[in-house]
């Protein structure tokens, strides 16, 4: 359990599918049902790590539709809603509203790039046009483009906007949200390797994409940071880290992917332009794996 105020660890889920390239509803259900029992404190559809971008629009609210109604209201349920078109945005916000969503994830419109004030009137519309919670999503590396600490801080005043994942591994700008924001504005890490430095800092979380392999260890991690056990949380970020460089040896989530397959989950299938993980990989991940203390099959 994580204090009160603290989000912990919530998994980015991958998308299963089947060989022909289908949702693959039974593996995503059991995902679903693993993640809880080994302790996950929220679950993220649909975004980078859930090959969102490849989706048909039906196809991302069958996904985050089959996450709530197998979740059964156990854990928060984060639907992934962003787009470079706010109006897209803002539909695809009451759609997951619809499916049942508890909080949405927006990530900074990609390839646009827009100036800060454009990210700031992107977003202001986008909580404006939907009465859930929303997490703001800064990944540089995938959006051409980096939401400052001002420009974060600006839009953390929105009532509605209540938190940020901040994946541009500037561990002074992150610091400097954690410092300024106001009280009840969470700061999760969005990258796995800086979860101990960002909760020591006084960060509220992760969204993870290593807890898709090792959500008991990645959960722990959480708890042990914001329960102030430092020397604990060390020893769980420095047994994961192999993990951690394993699980980005590619684009997310090709190596993510190919890891549930080795844990006998699901099948190895991303979809183009995506490829499956480079065998001379294997080995590295399989080891990784095995000293974060997965069960491989």
Same mark, same amino acid.
């Given at each position: 359990?994580?204090?009160?105020?603290?989000?912990?660890?919530?998994?980015?889920?991958?998308?299963?599918?089947?060989?022909?390239?289908?949702?693959?509803?039974?593996?995503?259900?059991?995902?679903?049902?693993?993640?809880?029992?080994?302790?996950?404190?929220?679950?993220?559809?649909?975004?980078?790590?859930?090959?969102?971008?490849?989706?048909?629009?039906?196809?991302?609210?069958?996904?985050?539709?089959?996450?709530?109604?197998?979740?059964?209201?156990?854990?928060?349920?984060?639907?992934?809603?962003?787009?470079?078109?706010?109006?897209?945005?803002?539909?695809?916000?009451?759609?997951?509203?619809?499916?049942?969503?508890?909080?949405?994830?927006?990530?900074?419109?990609?390839?646009?790039?827009?100036?800060?004030?454009?990210?700031?009137?992107?977003?202001?519309?986008?909580?404006?046009?939907?009465?859930?919670?929303?997490?703001?999503?800064?990944?540089?590396?995938?959006?051409?483009?980096?939401?400052?600490?001002?420009?974060?801080?600006?839009?953390?005043?929105?009532?509605?906007?209540?938190?940020?994942?901040?994946?541009?591994?500037?561990?002074?700008?992150? %610091? *400097?949200? +954690?410092?300024?924001? /106001?009280?009840?504005?969470?700061?999760?890490?969005?990258?796995? @390797? !800086?979860?101990? #430095?960002?909760?020591?800092?006084?960060?509220?979380?992760?969204?993870?994409?290593?807890?898709?392999?090792?959500?008991?260890?990645?959960?722990?991690?959480?708890?042990?940071?914001?329960?102030?056990?430092?020397?604990?949380?060390?020893?769980?970020?420095?047994?994961?880290?192999?993990?951690?460089?394993?699980?980005?040896?590619?684009?997310?989530?090709?190596?993510?992917?190919?890891?549930?397959?080795?844990?006998?989950? %699901? *099948?190895? +299938?991303?979809?183009? /332009?995506?490829?499956?993980?480079?065998?001379?990989?294997?080995? @590295? !991940?399989?080891? #990784?794996?095995?000293?974060?203390?997965?069960?491989?099959?």
């Amino acid at each position: 359990m994580m204090p009160s105020g603290q989000m912990g660890c919530g998994t980015a889920l991958v998308t299963p599918f089947t060989r022909g390239g289908d949702v693959d509803e039974r593996a995503l259900r059991a995902l679903v049902d693993w993640q809880i029992a080994e302790g996950i404190h929220f679950l993220v559809p649909c975004g980078s790590t859930g090959e969102a971008a490849t989706m048909t629009p039906a196809e991302h609210r069958r996904v985050v539709e089959i996450v709530v109604e197998q979740t059964r209201k156990r854990v928060p349920v984060v639907a992934g809603a962003g787009s470079n078109d706010t109006r897209k945005a803002i539909e695809m916000s009451r759609e997951m509203k619809a499916a049942g969503a508890d909080m949405l994830l927006h990530v900074s419109p990609m390839y646009n790039k827009p100036p800060q004030r454009g990210i700031v009137a992107h977003f202001h519309a986008v909580a404006e046009a939907t009465d859930l919670p929303i997490i703001v999503y800064n990944v540089p590396g995938r959006t051409g483009s980096n939401i400052e600490a001002k420009t974060t801080l600006e839009l953390a005043k929105h009532e509605r906007i209540i938190a940020v994942k901040e994946a541009s591994g500037n561990l002074g700008q992150i %610091m *400097e949200i +954690v410092r300024e924001a /106001p009280k009840g504005f969470q700061v999760l890490s969005g990258d796995d @390797a !800086l979860t101990l #430095a960002v909760m020591a800092g006084g960060g509220s979380g992760i969204i993870s994409v290593v807890s898709n392999l090792a959500p008991r260890a990645m959960s722990r991690l959480a708890e042990a940071c914001a329960e102030g056990r430092i020397s604990e949380a060390r020893e769980l970020h420095l047994r994961l880290m192999p993990l951690m460089s394993a699980a980005f040896i590619e684009s997310n989530p090709i190596p993510v992917k190919a890891g549930m397959a080795m844990l006998g989950r %699901m *099948e190895n +299938v991303v979809r183009l /332009p995506l490829v499956p993980l480079d065998p001379k990989h294997e080995g @590295a !991940l399989r080891s #990784a794996l095995t000293a974060a203390g997965a069960e491989l099959r």
